[in-house]
């Protein structure tokens, strides 16, 4: 087989065949294919696409090019959920809790972030004492009794999506339907899970702008899934704005607690019951969404959620008092106010730009090396369709330095304000099963 052949078949509009795609991603995996081909590759099939046999077969041949978790020994069905990113994105804090207190195992995986605050378990860490650095067995004893913990990235997680995923960022291919949903799939399906529920974002603050490429991008993974064995199910929900209030690590924690008495913020309450609703039923431990939604809740107002959450926290060394004493927390020395230059209504927050100054403000990592402030960020005070008078806070701003005023600068360029009316944006667009 010659890689020259592949590229001209692919370049001509065919279908690649399940050998040729092992056979470009296994040579590009272990450095025998260059990337000047593979660059020749990418731009075919950026233009040409890719059946959904394709699809799946270049997704399988990714998650064979490295380690595969086995979640084998925890009981249950293991459903994961993924997020195509957003800012302030607080879901898996809530979602992790929530949906174990019906019994459905979560065992997650996750990295540190880089961007605009940390991951997942930078969040989880600004809970004193509470770390991530357990054993396999341990990690399997945690979720086998409490259906809940969080474990480190480690092992070598499909290494072809890492080196592709480079070549695409400076070959201008990053942006094709079926190498971003075989991409994101090829990690959670090497990271074990047997179902996957997915958050596709749409909007100014996704990577999918267009309403109709994120419903393409979900119909594209959730039909990877389901050809390679695993159910898959997906949301489209919007990002024109940040979820929630609070973006910055312990204040998404705060956020979480909130959420979990059922105290939180509108839209990322109902989200959370959407998703979980999906994981609940994939996981089997209800018949349909509506029959899950009403557990959710209940466990919501009957403070199992929250009840669960602190167990997790306790099992992983961290102090579970903050759940009731959230200002066990760390806090920032400064909170600042961002008063309205004009009145009017809020006619649209820039979840970049917002991320961007949260980041500037150290909760977010430039750098893999940056240090991260748990205790900063930036928390809303108003969302689009809010009615605001000139002088009153549009958010507040947690810092630890005093030197402000050129993000504040930026806050202002992201939130802007009209004298037209406004409606708030739809939350959830649609479901793709
Ligand atoms: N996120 C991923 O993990 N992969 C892509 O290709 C795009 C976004
Ligand atoms: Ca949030």
Known sequence: MRMYDIIEKKRDGNELTNEEIQFFINGYTAEEIPDYQVSALLMAIFFQGMTAKERANLTKAMVESGDQIDLSAINGIKVDKHSTGGVGDTTTLVLAP???????????????????????????????????????????????????????????????????????????????IPLIASSIMSKKIAAGADAIVLDVKTGEGAFMKKLED?????????????????????????????????IGNALEIKEAID???????????????????????????????????????????????????????????????????????????????????????????IANELGTAAMLLGAGRATKESEIDLAVGIVLNKKIGDEVSEGESLLTIHANSKELDQIKEKLYESIVITTKSVKAPNLIYDTIT
């Open 214 to 246: 994120s419903k393409e991008l979900a119909k594209a993974m959730v039909s990877i899934g389901n050809q390679v064995g695993r159910n898959t199910v997906a949301i489209i929900s919007d990002m024109n704005q940040p979820l929630g209030f609070a």
């Open 98 to 176: 929530l949906v174990a207190s019906l019994g459905v195992p979560v065992a997650k995986m996750s990295g540190k972030g880089l961007g605009h605050t940390g991951g997942t378990i930078d969040k989880l860490e600004s809970v004193p004492g509470f770390h991530v650095e357990i054993t396999n067995d341990e990690f399997v004893r945690l979720v086998n009794e409490n259906k809940v913990a969080v474990i480190g990235q480690s092992g070598n997680l499909t290494p072809a999506d890492k080196k592709l995923y480079s070549l695409r960022d400076v070959t201008a291919t990053v942006n094709s």
């Open 259 to 349: 959420t979990l008495q059922g105290k939180g913020p509108e839209d990322l309450t109902e989200i959370c019951l959407t998703l979980g609703s999906q994981m609940v039923v994939l996981g089997g431990m209800a018949a349909n969404v509506d029959e899950a939604r009403a557990k959710l809740l209940e466990n919501l107002n009957n403070g199992k959620a929250l009840e669960q959450f602190k167990v997790f926290l306790q099992a992983q060394g961290g102090d579970s008092t903050v759940v009731d004493e959230p200002s066990r927390l760390p806090e920032a020395a400064f909170k600042v106010e961002l008063p309205a230059r004009s009145s009017g209504t809020v006619e649209s927050i």
